[in-house]
């Protein structure tokens, strides 16, 4: 019998659990605030495999995707605090198999002792239909956080796309070439319910990153590093927006229009046009 921790010696595990200690690290993570989920690699289901034990029920998500039949995904635990998942990941985080009708999961690793996927696991999966379909298979990651200069400014600026992506872009220099696409914004809603996981999977098919109002950040990406990436540089880009309003003193200049499409121009980036002035 090989012991189950053995797993989490295998490099998507440990890239996994160091996602979540990083966004505990920079305070995103209040209590069971927040959630991942990653859509794994065929080899890295192989690799994984002898640890996978498949006798748990399947149980029905109230969504459905045809695309993601029979993929697995590591994914945090309901109520746990993404905080605890380097301490104990096999109570904190799991690895479930979806079925063949893309309809339902089952727990085959972790989430020891009576664990079930995120809340929000209806809204991750929806998202990773939309993303997979989106970025022809790319897209792997969904990474919700509570960035609390993101949250603030959704008290602030008008919950509108344009308008929250230029105060973006021209908060730092490399924002535009970061997410070109700009970001999406949801309005206030219920969290965890099937309404709100609708809406983002919306605007997921043209955005990779969303703002929750008064909620946090939703972001996607093809690996650890550039989900939590871009959900970093979002969340700066906020905080430096914040700290010059909070400065009480006018703006006396910023990136303008004719400076941001240089940036594209010479990175070789496309911006959304509708964006620009
Ligand atoms: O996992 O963040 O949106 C707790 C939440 C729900
Ligand atoms: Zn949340």
Known sequence: ?????????????????????DGWQQGWHERNGGNLTYRMK????????????TERP??????????????YFITTGSGKFLRNVELKPQENIGIVQINEAGDSWRIVWGLENGGQPTSEFPSHFLNHSVRKEA???????????????????????????RVFTRALWQSATECPVVFPGGVGVVPWMVPGGPAIARATSELMKEYDAAVWAHHGLFCSGADFDL?????????KAAEIYLKVLSSGQPIL????????????HDFGVTLREEFLD
Not at 1 to 21: A, H, K, T, W
Not at 42 to 53: D, G, R
Not at 227 to 235: P, Q, S
Request: glycine residues 6%; negative net charge; proline residues 4%.
């Open 58 to 71: 399947w149980m029905p998500m109230g969504v459905q995707a045809a695309n993601l039949a029979g993929e």
């Open 42 to 53: 065929p080899n890295e289901v192989e690799k994984c495999h002898m640890f996978f034990q």
């Open 227 to 235: 989900t939590f990436g871009l959900m970093y540089t979002i969340e």
């Open 253 to 264: 200049q910023t990136i303008t229009d004719d400076d941001l499409r240089a940036i594209a």
């Open 135 to 161: 970025t022809d298979g790319a897209c792997r990651v969904i990474y919700h956080a509570h960035t609390p200069a993101i949250i603030a400014l959704t008290y602030l600026l008008p919950l509108d796309a």
């Open 1 to 21: 019998m090989v012991s189950n921790l053995g797993i989490l010696n295998i490099e998507v595990l440990r890239g996994y659990v160091q996602m979540c200690s």
